[in-house]
T-cell receptor
């Protein structure tokens, strides 16, 4: 019963470094998404995917790339980290894009950029 | 544009009833969801309303009025473990994209 697994749990980067946040789900969900959560800002959608090979931008996509080569995996790439990207990142999946199906969240990756 | 508004904080006592309101603005609307998040944890799904009216799940109920662009989450018989942040969210397109409000922090006092 793994659900949505995110790695790493914590990460510290220096400005300008790149890295990939990993997300994997074992529920055969078609829809996957990435959110960032900052104090007082709620959850903001970065990118999402409605199926393998299909990705689209959310509310705050700048500075991030995604790809969806398999149903299970949806990595988030930070191209050149900036202090403004210090945040908690959540990956979430749902059965499909139909309304009403609940999002299942991973436990988050806490990223600090210095 | 698209937006949701919720109160930032609500305080209530154990055993009481509390209502968390959510108003939204969007050009397309597919339904209103509610999520709970305990401090340091992941959000978890509570409820979903596609149609006007009240949906009840145990101690929690959620209401939607599409004509008023308004919904609320009602928590009854409050327990200390209900202290958490509560988020409303809507789907604004047929792509499944879910947009969240800024969240309401509920503090339950003894």
């Amino acid at each position: 019963n793994a659900g949505v697994t995110q790695t790493p749990k914590f990460q510290v980067l220096k400005t300008g470094q790149s890295m990939t946040l990993q997300c994997a789900q074992d529920m055969n969900h078609e829809y996957m998404s990435w959110y960032r959560q900052d104090p007082g800002m709620g959850l903001r959608l970065i990118h999402y995917s409605v199926g393998a090979g299909i990705t689209d931008q959310g509310e705050v996509p700048n500075g991030y790339n995604v790809s969806r080569s398999t149903t299970e995996d949806f990595p988030l790439r930070l191209l050149s980290a900036a202090p403004s990207q210090t945040s908690v990142y959540f990956c979430a999946s749902r059965t499909d894009a139909r309304e009403g199906s609940p999002l299942h969240f991973g436990n988050g990756t806490r990223l600090t950029v210095t | 544009g698209q937006s949701l508004e919720q109160p930032s904080e609500v305080t209530a006592v154990e055993g009481a009833i509390v209502q968390i309101n959510c108003t939204y603005q969007t050009s397309g609307f597919y339904g209103l969801s509610w999520y709970q998040q305990h401090d340091g944890g992941a959000p978890t799904f509570l409820s979903y309303n596609a149609l006007d009216g009240l949906e009840e799940t145990g101690r929690f109920s959620s209401f939607l009025s599409r004509s008023d662009s308004y919904g609320y989450l009602l928590l009854q018989e409050l327990q200390m473990k209900d202290s958490a942040s509560y988020f409303c969210a809507f789907g604004s397109s047929n792509t499944g994209k879910l947009i969240f409000g800024q969240g309401t922090t509920l503090q339950v006092k003894p």
